[in-house]
């Protein structure tokens, strides 16, 4: 399987704040990662895939960088709507496809 | 516009058999474009892939369940279900359907997911 490491795996900022959550992979996944946003009670939603590729819709302070074992998601202006909790995926392999443990951006 | 919704027992017993169905709404499920998946999460916890279906049957399972799913499509009624067999109480979990973007593997991120059931394992 190829584990996907998220860090931190809880990030306390304020509104307007630059956040930056990483996500590491055991082995190269190319730039085959997912990034979604989950609120409580809530299924995730899906905020870039391919790495950097920004799914319709969603707001452009969040971007998406990185290839190989190392990605970063970016929130450029955190909102108040952006406390949630946040999770990687990669799919370069099927067998399985395999999620990160999830970042939590709190308030501060 | 496309929508999942997912039914079942909220609740199993133990050594028993867990069955879901997913409603695929304002589409067909037999679109030539997309597998249709299942992911758990349980409570507090991350997010598992439990595998992914084609209208066809064809279907791809995490080795770690494998032994105890079973997926399975019937286009008459247009859902998609999952059974998981020998359930135990690590299997209480909100249960997710959801499609991925495009019917590649370079495509098997989720686009579209249903709201979730909780489904409890306990005697």
């Known amino acids: 399987d190829i584990q996907m490491t998220q860090s931190p795996s809880t990030l306390s900022a304020s509104v307007g704040d630059r956040v930056t959550i990483t996500c590491r992979a055991s082995q190269s996944i190319s730039s085959w990662l997912a990034w979604y946003q989950q609120k409580p009670g809530k299924a995730p939603n899906l905020l870039i895939y391919?790495?950097?590729s920004l799914e319709s819709g969603v707001p452009s302070r969040f971007s998406g960088s990185g290839s190989g074992t190392e990605f970063t998601l970016t929130i450029s202006s955190l909102q108040p709507d952006d406390f949630a909790t946040y999770y990687c995926q990669q799919y370069n392999s099927y067998t399985p496809l395999t999620f990160g443990g999830g970042t939590k951006v709190e308030i501060k | 516009q496309l929508q999942l919704q997912e039914s079942g027992p909220g609740l199993v017993k133990p050594s028993e058999t867990l069955s879901l169905s997913c409603t695929v709404s304002?589409?067909?499920?037999?679109?030539?474009?997309?597998?249709w998946g299942w992911i758990r999460q349980p409570p507090g916890k991350g997010l598992e892939w439990i595998g992914n279906i084609y209208y066809s049957g064809s279907t791809y399972y995490n080795p770690s369940l494998k032994s105890r799913v079973t997926m399975s499509v019937d286009t008459s009624k247009n859902h998609f279900s999952l059974k998981l067999s020998s359930v135990t109480a690590a299997d209480t979990a909100v249960y997710y359907c959801a499609r991925p973007s495009g019917y590649s593997s370079s495509s098997w991120y989720f686009d579209l997911w249903g709201r979730g059931t909780l489904v409890t394992v306990s005697s």
């Open positions: 391919k790495a950097s």
């Open positions: 304002g589409g067909s499920i037999s679109s030539s474009s997309y597998y």
